[in-house]
């Protein structure tokens, strides 16, 4: 049974369900929300038609908003691209590598099919999950009023629990 996650927001709730093909990203993951790593951060990046992204851990911090987008748990993840970036798949979000390693907690959701993000020479993301309900809350997310770097104004705050059990 694969692993699903429930995503709480300020805004309302998106249930996830991870691909089992994709181990690395699921397990780190599953790891996180067991340690509570998001819950009270922020959906970071809101861009409408686009994306909404989060686990950022800076993000906690208004006094840090300028460096929202930055943080992480200080690791990367082995890339595991193999599924592409449809509306309501959920991918990890990375810095320029070479390697195109993922974040090690920064995801975001498609809130349409963004295909140019599959392009293995200038992109290249780790899609490693589904929204399973809750995509008219992302779409809501992603309309709220924000500043010049897609960070929304108001905090939309997230708590992710497992539905499943962790392997």
Request: glycine share 8%; proline share 7%; net charge positive.
């Amino acid at each position: 049974m694969p692993l699903q996650f429930l995503i709480e927001t300020t805004l309302g709730n998106i249930t996830v369900e991870l691909f089992d093909d994709t181990p690395l990203h699921r397990d780190n993951f599953a790891k996180l929300v067991a340690e509570k790593y998001y819950d009270g951060l922020r959906f970071h990046r809101v861009i409408k038609d686009f994306v909404i992204q989060g686990g950022d851990p800076l993000s906690r911090d208004e006094s840090k908003r300028m460096l929202h987008g930055t943080g992480g748990p200080n690791y990367r993840i082995p890339a595991e691209i193999k599924h592409p970036n449809k509306r309501g798949t959920i991918a990890a979000a990375r810095d320029n590598n070479p390697q195109k390693a993922s974040s090690g907690s920064q995801f975001y959701i498609n809130l349409r099919d963004n295909f140019f993000l599959d392009d293995p020479v200038r992109a290249g993301y780790t899609v490693f999950g589904k929204v399973i309900s809750g995509m008219d809350v992302a779409d809501r997310i992603s309309i709220v009023p924000k500043d010049a770097r897609d960070n929304p104004l108001t905090p939309v705050t997230m708590t992710i629990r497992a539905i499943t059990p962790a392997m």
